[in-house]
């Protein structure tokens, strides 16, 4: 089993359209959880980091559940611009050094 | 403020040949993260370096070997290069000791194995 489960997409929705992605973990020691994205033939950037409060920014809202280790991004008010990879990642703490482990994406396409 | 820099972009290689990938990381970084990422794939741990050692290691073999200078920049170096080792190779920095930190990528160096 991957440390890191997403949806397989890809994820074809209109402008306007709200999305949601899911994500599972299996290591307990995951420490702290991202959401990464990732354009075409490019470097990842971090989106927005996850709490177990939940956490907004703008139309971006990330949930963590750690008694089910999952963990979800919603998306409201797609807009073309938001076609890209995203990449679910847990921190996982160790000894002192943190070490980033990625699932394999899942690709978002808005199209007009 | 440089962001992470890496360094080719692109490298086109022969089976069985050597290849030595470069990083400098963001400053005030002292931690580098390396990471391959095959098409259509989420990028996959190799290993990290700090205080010029390897702390850390994902699951590659030991043609992937490494290296950080006192200045933190890093090396990322393959030998007896097969096709599967085409990828993209990214470099990560960021701050040991912060249990939550942010890590900085740099824009990669797209690796084709002929």
């Known amino acids: 089993r991957k440390e890191v489960e997403q949806d397989p997409g890809p994820f074809n929705v209109p402008e306007g359209a709200t999305v949601a992605f899911n994500c599972t973990y299996s290591?307990?020691?995951?420490?702290?959880f991202f959401w990464y994205r990732q354009d075409c033939r490019k470097e990842p950037k971090l989106l927005m980091s996850?709490?177990?409060s939940g956490n907004e920014d703008g139309r971006f809202t990330a949930q963590l559940n750690r008694a089910s280790q999952y963990i979800s991004l919603l998306i409201r008010d797609s807009k073309l611009s938001d076609s890209a990879t995203y990449l679910c990642?847990?921190?996982?703490?160790?000894?002192?050094?943190?070490?980033?482990?990625f699932g394999a994406g899942t690709r978002l396409a808005v199209h007009p | 403020d440089a962001g992470v820099t890496q360094s080719p972009t692109h490298l086109i290689k022969t089976r069985g040949q050597q290849v030595t990938l470069r990083c400098s990381p963001k400053?005030?970084?002292?931690?580098v993260s390396w990471y391959q990422q095959a098409l259509g794939q989420g990028p996959q741990f190799i290993f990290q370096?700090?205080?010029?050692?390897?702390?850390q290691r994902g699951n590659f073999p030991d043609r992937f070997s490494g290296h950080q200078f006192p200045n933190y920049s890093s090396e990322l170096n393959v030998n007896a290069l097969l096709l599967g080792d085409s990828a993209l190779y990214l470099c990560?920095?960021?701050?040991?000791?912060?249990?939550?930190?942010?890590?900085?990528f740099g824009q990669g160096t797209r690796l084709t194995v002929v």
């Open positions: 990560a920095s960021s701050l040991t000791g912060r249990m939550v930190t942010e890590a900085f």
């Open positions: 290591n307990s020691a995951s420490q702290s």
């Open positions: 996850v709490y177990s």
């Open positions: 990642v847990v921190n996982i703490w160790s000894g002192g050094y943190n070490k980033l482990i």
């Open positions: 400053s005030g970084h002292d931690t």
């Open positions: 370096y700090y205080e010029e050692e390897e702390r």
